[in-house]
């Protein structure tokens, strides 16, 4: 099973950026489709974009759409997620998340494995 670190949460204004990181262990990272969920306080998970495990095809949530960007480094085995223009309602715990083989992975229940979770805060 993978094991994952994220990083690179900060505090950050309305219209800035932030690129979070997840690290990932062992040797297998190619086979995982990977993602990132965010839980807001008071809410449930969302889920915020996937990579699939080939072909790097990509899911996001449509509220995220134009302004955040997923992409992965086999060869470090990390997941990246590009920031722009953050809103308020950005602000959330994000996780990294893997599923072995995921063929069409965009809900937090399809999840296998989970990171401990770097906090967003976007101030207005």
């Known amino acids: 099973q993978v094991q994952l670190v994220e990083s690179g949460g900060a505090l950050v204004q309305t219209g800035g950026s932030l690129r979070l990181s997840c690290a990932a262990s062992?040797?297998?990272?190619?086979?995982?489709?990977m993602g990132w969920i965010r839980q807001a306080p008071g809410k449930k998970r969302e889920f915020v974009a996937s990579i699939k495990w080939i072909g790097s095809v990509t899911y996001y949530e449509d509220s995220v759409k134009g302004r955040f960007t997923i992409s992965r480094d086999n060869a470090k085995n990390t997941l990246y997620l590009q920031m722009n223009s953050l809103k308020p309602e950005d602000t959330a715990v994000y996780y990294c998340?893997?599923?072995?083989?995921?063929?069409?992975?965009?809900?937090?229940?399809?999840?296998?494995?989970w990171g401990q979770g770097t906090q967003v805060t976007v101030s207005s």
């Open positions: 062992g040797r297998t990272f190619g086979d995982y489709t």
């Open positions: 998340a893997a599923k072995k083989y995921g063929h069409y992975v965009v809900k937090t229940d399809d999840f296998a494995s």
